[in-house]
């Protein structure tokens, strides 16, 4: 067993931590008060080749793993820059693409992702289906060569600032007429397909919208892989590394919190010459916090670890649980340090109340802590399915 990592992965933690710092959570939160985007951030990250770590190096990536990538996702919330699209273009669509996609679009689309010049989001989500990915009913009919896709997706994150949606639809299995799952990339520049913002209580430079696709025309080549027997594991490649990468930013948040607070409470005093941290009622509920993040990186770097040496269903098993733990251990981390602080908790200056609504955000997304737990009985517990 080594819970340490490797030289080179300490040196990226140290750089990204670096970059992160520059930036820091005033850029990130101007940034979404001014309805703008991260984006000298992103493109910096890309130069320097954090975005693309985890894309092979034939295609301009650094060739590493989820490890890194989770790295790259930790230590830039740690810095207070919580970035949503690293978990959607790089974790899931780069994965997808390399995993399942054809050669072409390897190529196509692989350098751009790795460079950070193009971003590809995830639209998976729809209003009726919700949870139950069984009823998706976004369908792709065949129209000679070319595919027609007709549906609804919702919560959609940064499509304005895509290139491309990876879109997960049903097509019509002819052999069974049974509806399988197909993914597809989408230009979000395609006619037919409307976006509308939706009003998000979550302080964040990334927005999410609504998507209408009414027959929007593609080439036979934007169905991911050379089949339709694609679809379904092309899917399943995307949520370990969504899981992980999405853990990874909620214990980078629930770092950068408990950092804040507790620099706050070693020096400030009420009480005469001690600091309030003197206090266990305040020290106390940090050090829980502090303690249930750690307990989080550590099943993310087991999960990480899993996934990277190919150990796809243990690795499906921890990175589900590292993201329960890591989205509630940034809940309990961001709420204790705004209590810590106390009404400099709730300003925008000291940074922590800003992050309430993401870190919130971060137990119904990408995966309810409701179904981790639904999957933890069924595949942990050996329990019967309830739905
Ligand atoms: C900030 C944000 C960003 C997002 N970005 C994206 C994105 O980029 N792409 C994308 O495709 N989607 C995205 N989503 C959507 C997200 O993945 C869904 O919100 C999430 O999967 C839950 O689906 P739902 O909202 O339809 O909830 P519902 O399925 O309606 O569930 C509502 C509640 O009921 C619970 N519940 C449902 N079924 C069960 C059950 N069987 N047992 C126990 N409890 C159950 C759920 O856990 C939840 O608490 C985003 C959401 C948010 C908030």
């Given at each position: 067993m080594n819970f340490d990592l490797t030289p080179e992965q300490d040196q990226l933690r140290d750089a990204v931590r670096a970059l992160g710092r520059k930036y820091g959570h005033g850029y990130f939160v101007e940034k979404a008060r001014a309805g703008g985007h991260t984006t000298e951030l992103w493109q910096e990250a890309g130069r320097l080749?954090?975005?693309?770590?985890?894309?092979?190096?034939?295609?301009?990536?650094?060739?590493?793993?989820?490890?890194?990538?989770?790295?790259?996702?930790?230590?830039?919330a740690a810095a207070g820059c919580p970035l949503l699209l690293l978990v959607v273009s790089p974790a899931i669509a780069?994965?997808?693409?390399?995993?399942?996609?054809?050669?072409?679009?390897?190529?196509?689309?692989?350098?751009?992702?790795?460079?950070?010049?193009?971003?590809?989001?995830?639209?998976?989500?729809?209003?009726?289906?919700?949870?139950n990915f069984h009823r998706l009913g976004t369908v792709a009919r065949r129209d000679g060569?070319?595919?027609?896709?007709?549906?609804?997706?919702?919560?959609?994150s940064g499509v304005d600032e895509a290139g491309h949606v990876l879109v997960v639809a049903r097509t019509e299995d002819s052999s069974t007429g049974k509806l399988k799952p197909a993914l597809f990339i989408v230009p979000t520049a395609a006619p037919g397909l409307e976006k509308s913002k939706l009003d998000m209580e979550i302080l964040s430079p990334e927005n999410q919208f609504l998507l209408y696709l009414d027959d929007v025309r593609l080439p036979a080549d934007a169905l991911v892989g050379e089949s339709l027997d694609a679809g379904l594991p092309a899917l399943f490649a995307g949520l370990n590394p969504e899981r992980i990468t999405v853990a990874a930013?909620?214990?980078?948040?629930?770092?950068?919190?408990?950092?804040?607070?507790?620099?706050?409470?070693?020096?400030?005093?009420?009480?005469g010459g001690r600091s309030i941290g003197t206090h266990q009622g305040v020290a106390h509920p940090?050090?829980?916090?502090?303690?249930?993040?750690?307990?989080?990186?550590?099943?993310?770097?087991?999960?990480?670890?899993?996934?990277d040496a190919g150990r796809d269903l243990e690795a499906g098993?921890?990175?589900?649980?590292?993201?329960?733990?890591?989205?509630?251990?940034?809940?309990?981390?961001?709420?204790?340090?705004?209590?810590?602080?106390?009404?400099?908790?709730?300003?925008?200056?000291?940074?922590?109340?800003?992050?309430?609504?993401?870190?919130?955000a971060g137990r119904i997304a990408p995966v309810s802590r409701e179904m981790i737990l639904n999957f933890v009985a069924q595949h942990v517990l050996g329990q019967d399915k309830s739905y």
């Open positions: 080749g954090y975005l693309g770590v985890n894309i092979p190096t034939e295609y301009g990536g650094g060739g590493g793993g989820i490890t890194e990538l989770a790295i790259v996702c930790e230590e830039l780069a994965t997808v693409i390399n995993k399942h996609g054809t050669d072409e679009q390897r190529k196509r689309h692989l350098p751009g992702l790795a460079d950070g010049s193009q971003k590809i989001v995830f639209a998976i989500t729809e209003p009726e289906a919700g949870s060569d070319d595919w027609l896709l007709t549906g609804r997706k919702c919560y959609i930013m909620g214990a980078g948040t629930g770092r950068y919190a408990i950092e804040r607070a507790s620099a706050y409470t070693a020096t400030r005093k009420v009480w940090l050090a829980h916090a502090a303690v249930q993040v750690e307990l989080a990186r550590l099943m993310i770097h087991k999960a990480a670890t899993l996934y098993v921890a990175g589900n649980m590292a993201k329960y733990a890591a989205g509630e251990a940034a809940a309990l981390a961001v709420d204790t340090a705004v209590q810590a602080l106390g009404g400099a908790g709730m300003t925008t200056e000291y940074g922590v109340a800003t992050l309430l609504g993401a870190v919130r």
